[in-house]
């Protein structure tokens, strides 16, 4: 089951929250243990359609909100965020890549959206994958009761 979300802003930004589901058969290609097989594994896309600004925090803080209440109502599922850099994100910082930038925000919005409403059960586990032309970052939301299954299947990635 693939779904989306629209968030708006008074700025006339857009973007759209898309969770692409991940069949049992696909997870195979990386491991056979059973826990990790009993999850819902969703791929999280961030798609800007309008506006041309930084996103404001108003919609980073809509976005995690709509990605907790999808974590509350489907207890199984493990959402999966990956840091790519197929579009330039503006940023300071020019030390640190595209995909750690994004690694970095997408971790302070989630792990602040966490902590301003108490919820204690989901965790954002952060993978780094090495690569000899730059490292990528995968982030996965999981309920921590799966953080083990997760962590299996994140260090299986890391090894790739």
């Known amino acids: 089951m693939d779904l989306s979300f ?7 930004d857009l973007v759209r929250v898309a ?23 969703y791929d999280v896309t961030l798609v800007r359609i309008a506006g041309s600004d930084n996103v404001g925090i108003r919609t980073l803080k809509a976005v995690s909100e709509v990605l907790s209440r ?8 493990v959402l999966c965020f990956y840091c790519d850099d197929l579009t330039d994100v503006r940023h300071r ?6 995909q750690e930038y994004r690694s ?7 792990d602040m959206h966490i902590r301003t409403n108490g919820i204690k059960n989901i965790v954002n586990y952060q993978v ?16 921590e009761k799966y953080l083990p299954a997760v962590r299996l299947l994140g260090n299986i990635l890391m090894d790739k």
């Not at 970095?104 to 989630?110: H, I, K, N």
């Open 70 to 77: 999808f974590m509350a109502e489907n207890e199984a599922s």
């Open 93 to 98: 910082d020019k030390s640190i890549t595209p």
């Open 128 to 143: 780094k994958i090495e690569d000899d032309a730059c490292p990528r970052f995968a982030h996965f939301i999981t309920p």
């Open 19 to 41: 969770l692409s589901y991940y069949d049992t058969e696909t997870l195979r290609a990386f491991t056979d243990d059973p826990l990790t097989l009993t999850l819902v594994f």
């Open 104 to 110: 970095r925000l997408f971790s302070r919005m989630f």
């Open 6 to 12: 629209d968030i708006h802003n008074d700025k006339g």
